[in-house]
């Protein structure tokens, strides 16, 4: 596995081009086109509707474009699946295992060796590894973070969560933003779909703006001020 | 193309008006069954058709799903070639040979594995990416009327000749039925599927269904020969002046079937563009951008 | 290659444990068996002198209904949580799934099977005139038969309205050639009056082509939308 430390920060490592998504006559992605460099954290914003989730979905593999090419790292999203982590709203976890049990399992699937990635992981997050509880009896907060656990369980070089804080205590929310600020740090990218992107204010490198299926905006969030409101002029896709 | 269709459809029509006078008048009584056996000219030239109509489903689907990318074209494509020719030698190799059922000569298998293969190019040429989806869709509908044609007149005729409506034995009646059932399941997939890629599920579904027939013939085969059963239908050689009429009948159905084709084959043509061009509508929408305010935490969405 | 069966076996070892703390589902569907026998001894005379011929056919029609219910819940669980996308977003290939599944159906139907195999015995008083060691790989090559088409068209029903509908509808008539050779083999075997050779032939030909045929078409089916 790449280290992401040792990746050139700032070059771009995924690429997108005229990326169409269509279910039916609803065209939930109407050519995007665009370069994410390595390294950095994207928070994708939009009203609903305007194709935050097919983008991401499309990015991790879910779902065939219509149209368009992706690249990730040079390959398909799924050649380049050892990379990714991906996270949604609902857990994508067993209800009727504990966390530990959950996470011994995905282990199996990316091929790691070994349980103490899975402890460390659910500590990252801050969760106790021997807690038997099965996932459905979480609290949602804990059930995101244990979802999370499961996204980085890999060390992905990419990250995509969609709405990862919905429904979410403050506090929870907090502590996940200090982990995913941390591992951005240390060179992993980071994408995030989010309604409360207030959450992020200061920790997101870039805001890209989505509007019914294009991106209408990206901007750059490092000057950790206050997030940008007002009219936003149309890019070309 | 289109001025064609009126001209081909009389034409058919009269043709089948033809082939129906020589099926009840013309031809010769038969000295067993009487005249009752005349449905033989609409129940055998149906079910040829349908097993075509079923056979060119199976190659659209094979196609389908081969072609959709190259790798597997090719690899497609060298298989077929291969099969065609190893159907062409081998029946004359005597060791096969002596396996062939009574009744079927060398050439004659031969024959056939070359027309197949040639027909898997030639659908391939003339029907491309979508089309050949199209061309499963409407082959499958086409053989499914004839099919049901079929096993309505196998019963009407077997219980006034040999007082049964069905015979569970019968290997071609029964082999039918189940090719009936299975393309019937394909339409209800077709129908019941929300996935975007319901063509793809309906070809792969087709294949199954084409492994299949073979299993159930043998398996009927080898259970009627430890239960001997009466075989509608019989079998034997036929006076040539019925099989001249059959013959007749079958290109009378053909014919029909071509037409009806076509026309189904336009109409979902017809269809899927209005479909395109209203997805191409909703995908070129101008867009307006009303001024973005970034939402406060809303939390659930 | 050694990873992709350490993931079947993961899979088929997560879904025992998880099938056996619930015992739930399982239990109902024991109890679903036991009714189907006894509503097949109500309706087809076990004193009848012509039992022994058609008990063949009950049988199998009895095993069908209880691996229809049992098939029919192959992807519930993951289903719930949307975890499917987990196994579609992760480089684990899509066939040790499907093997995990099928042969995780083929020991629950299996045990339905041994559950109401018994009672068959019991009821319709059954003593095997012809070589009954041949219902074994009548049994097991059967149940394989059912179990990895089912697993396939359960899947494929995924994303189809009425999914438990279109289950049976898909695997019926594909089934019928090997239902008959389950059915004729048991009955041959039961009644001593024919070989049951060439069916158990055709049942290992049958098994052969659809696993192939599975194992080569699954990515497609779970890739699907």
């Known amino acids: 596995m790449t280290n992401p430390l040792t990746a050139p920060r700032g070059a771009p490592i995924i690429a997108v081009s005229n990326l169409v998504k269509q279910f039916g006559r609803f065209a939930a992605l109407r050519g995007v086109t665009a370069e994410f460099d390595s390294g950095k954290f994207h928070l994708i914003l939009g009203d609903n509707g305007a194709g935050k989730t097919t983008l991401l979905r499309a990015l991790a593999g879910l779902t065939a474009p219509t149209r368009g090419e992706i690249s990730i790292l040079g390959k398909n999203p799924h050649e380049a699946s050892q990379e990714i982590g991906y996270m949604a709203h609902p857990s994508l976890l067993y209800d009727e295992m504990s966390g530990m049990e959950n996470l011994r399992y995905f282990a199996r699937l990316y091929d790691i060796a070994g349980y103490s990635r899975c402890e460390q992981v659910i500590r990252a997050v801050g969760l106790d590894p021997e807690l038997s509880r099965p996932v459905g009896k979480y609290s949602q907060g804990m059930r995101q973070r244990m979802s999370l656990a499961r996204a980085i369980l890999h060390d992905p070089r990419i990250l995509l969560l969609d709405e990862p804080f919905s429904n979410v205590d403050v506090h929870s929310a907090r502590e996940m933003v200090g982990l995913l600020k941390g591992m951005c740090d240390a060179g992993k990218t980071i994408f995030v779909v989010t309604h409360q992107a207030a959450l992020l204010e200061g920790v997101a490198d870039e805001f890209v703006w989505m509007q019914a299926g294009q991106i209408v905006d990206r901007t750059n969030g490092l000057a950790r001020g206050p997030l940008p409101s007002g009219d936003v002029r149309a890019v070309e896709p | ?301 | 290659m050694k990873s992709f069966w350490s993931i079947t076996l993961a899979t088929l070892a997560k879904d025992i444990r998880l099938e056996w703390r619930s015992k739930d589902a399982l239990n109902a569907m024991l109890f679903f068996s036991l009714l189907v026998v006894v509503i097949f001894v109500f309706s087809f005379d076990p004193l009848a002198e012509e039992s022994r011929h058609i008990v063949g056919g009950l049988v199998w029609v009895a095993f069908l209904f209880a691996a229809v219910v049992a098939l029919n819940q192959t992807w519930a669980r993951e289903l719930r949580n949307q975890v499917l996308d987990a196994y579609r977003v992760s480089p684990a290939p899509a066939n040790a799934l499907f093997l995990a599944k099928a042969l995780g159906n083929f020991i629950l139907v299996s045990l339905l099977e041994a559950l109401m195999a018994p009672l068959f015995v019991i009821f319709y008083n059954l003593r095997v005139l012809g070589p009954a060691w041949q219902l074994i790989p009548v049994a097991l090559l059967g149940t394989w038969a059912l179990v990895v088409n089912g697993t396939f068209f359960a899947a494929m029903s995924l994303r189809t309205r009425s999914r438990e509908l279109m289950l049976p509808l898909l695997l019926f008539p594909v089934s019928i050639p090997a239902v008959l050779g389950m059915v004729a083999g048991t009955t041959n075997i039961l009644t001593g009056e024919n070989p049951a050779h060439f069916y158990i032939v055709l049942l290992l030909t049958y098994d052969v082509v659809f696993t192939t045929a599975c194992l080569a078409l699954f990515e497609t089916v779970l890739q699907a939308e």
């Not at chain 2, 449905?39 to 079910?47: D, F, G, N």
């Not at chain 2, 031969?110 to 199209?134: E, H, S, W």
């Not at chain 2, 009466?230 to 001249?244: F, T, W, Y």
Request: hydrophobic residues 55%; aromatic residues 14%.
């Open chain 2, 1 to 301: 193309m289109k001025r064609a269709f009126p001209i081909l459809a009389v034409l058919t029509a009269l043709f089948l008006v033809y082939a129906f006078y020589q099926a009840l008048w013309v031809a010769p009584t038969d000295a067993l069954q009487g005249d009752v056996y005349r449905i033989i000219y609409y129940h055998v030239p149906s079910a040829w058709t349908a097993f075509l109509m079923f056979f060119i489903n199976f190659i659209a689907s094979v196609e389908y799903l081969a072609n959709s990318k190259a790798s597997t074209a090719r690899a497609a494509k060298w298989i077929v070639i291969a099969l065609g020719i190893i159907g062409a030698i081998a029946p004359f190799i005597p060791q096969v040979r002596q396996q062939l059922p009574a009744g079927m000569y060398p050439s004659s298998v031969a024959t056939t594995a070359l027309i197949i293969a040639a027909l898997y190019f030639m659908i391939g040429k003339y029907f491309v990416g979508q089309d050949l989806d199209v061309l499963a869709v409407t082959t499958a509908e086409v053989g499914v009327v004839f099919c049901s044609i079929v096993l309505v007149t196998g019963p009407i005729w077997a219980r006034p000749v040999w007082g049964i409506w069905w015979a569970p034995g019968d290997i071609r009646l029964t082999s039918t039925l189940v090719l009936w059932l299975i393309y019937v399941s394909y339409l209800v997939l077709r129908r019941f599927s929300d996935s975007a890629q319901t063509q793809k599920l309906a070809a792969v579904l087709a294949v199954f269904g084409a492994l299949d027939v073979p299993l159930v013939y043998f398996s009927i085969w080898f259970f009627r020969t430890q239960h001997p059963q009466p075989v509608i239908g019989g079998g034997g050689s036929m006076d040539p002046r019925m099989l001249h009429v059959l013959l007749l009948s079958w290109m009378a159905f053909l014919c029909f079937a071509f037409l009806v084709c076509w026309s189904r084959y336009r109409l979902e043509k017809l269809r899927r563009e209005v479909e395109e061009a209203e997805a191409l509508e909703s995908l070129l929408e101008p867009t307006e951008l009303p001024s973005i305010k970034v939402p406060s935490s809303r939390g659930a969405k």
